[in-house]
């Protein structure tokens, strides 16, 4: 039997996004069914509610142009001509929005959005904390080995030739990714900061807690991006070339005259760049830049696109603005590709801190109920990067994607989703779950004990079990 990631995301299908990978983490088995029937997951009013709330964001950063693309190698030079322009946008302005990022897990591309970036930060409590906790986890000697093992067993290196780094030896660098986002004594140097927005109905005052069951997928959502862009910027782990080969595109072929003369003509303006987009592709922003410069009056759009007239260059360019982006003055860039896996005897330390912070941030917005009213703030959450519980839970996720298992639904404990599950009715986890509760109470009347896991505890009228510390799932976009 062929494995969900060969059903479902291997060409010409899309690849592997965020969404894949983290909404698993609500129900399994939910998303398989979700795969199965409709291929990918279908918008639910509360959904198009956030779209929306996400498109009114982004209006207030970017300005929409429509460009008509002609080839693939033009569609894809839009989607990395506007992580350009909203680099460029978060260093001008202080914040962008909806910027496209890829990784590479186990060997596979995966792409995500971005909802914010900003310089302001969410909680200075924790930030100041940052750099302690990183410094109690890089001491530890029970800790770093897990550490070690999340960074250096998962994730690619280039100088591997596409095997996990346990196929060619560990680079030590790779080991201290976490903390290489700690303030720095002699470079204080403003942080950037990554934001999800969340949006919740009104009647839904309530946001869950970083550690309760309901935050868990936004809890990986949130590190898969910081580890994505942090990768992004400090290394190879995905080229133009490994995504020419995913979607069949000539990286060297020269884009077509019509989007050089629709983009180019954009000048110097914060404008964003868009086509009719696949769901998961949602817009960014474009512009033109110079190679690690504010490009000069006479470096228009036009000009910049003619010097990057291909795929592989305009990668090249993007490359160029995530280390001026995101890497303090006087980095050398050439330390931010390392090809050979380094001794393990090497100094503990970071070789090139980023200004990428550790603080995760959700925040919570309700929508508008009608036009006359606008979005209001809820609250927000915000945690440090935690590379072991990144890890593990990806290991074990790329098990099921691989065909390796088999898809698991909820525990006992966490059964008062499926009162809120569009698939109760036709899901076997769920019938195997009754019949163990109704053993568990046949027991409990008899006076005998339970075995298993034990009898879920009652239900509210919200659909929330007694276990689960009362916490409210209505109106939650889980990713």
Known sequence: MRSPLERFRTPPRKALSVTDLVSPAWCELQYWYTLTKF????????????????KELEDQVHTTVPVEVMTKEDGWALRIWNVIQGLRTLRVSGMTRELEVWGNVDGEIVMGIIDQLSYECPDEELEESAEASYADLRTSK???PEYQTSITEFFLSPAG????LSDIGVAKHERDMAYSMTRSPETPLRKIYITDIKTRGRSSRSIPSVNSVGFRPTHLQLQLYYHFLTRLVTTDDVTIDAIATRYKLEADKPFSDSFIAQVGSLNEQFFDA?????????????GAESEGEFPSSSQDSMTILLEHNSLSRLWKLMKSQHRLTFLPPNTNPSTTTHSQPRDDAQEDTPPFPTLLSPVLTATYIAPPSSPDESMQYIGSRSFLFNPSSLYSYLTDEMHWWRGHRQPRGVPIMEAWKCRICEFQEECTWRREMEGKMAVNKRRKRGGGKANGE???GPVDGNGNADNEGGEDVSGQSVV
């Open 274 to 286: 868009s086509e009719d987009p696949d769901a998961d592709y949602l817009p960014s922003s474009s």
């Open 161 to 164: 030739g596409g095997r996990k």
């Open 454 to 456: 034990g009898p879920m």
């Open 142 to 144: 029970a800790l770093l």
């Open 39 to 54: 291929g990918r997951k279908r918008p639910t009013p509360a959904m198009k509610q956030g779209t929306v709330v996400h």
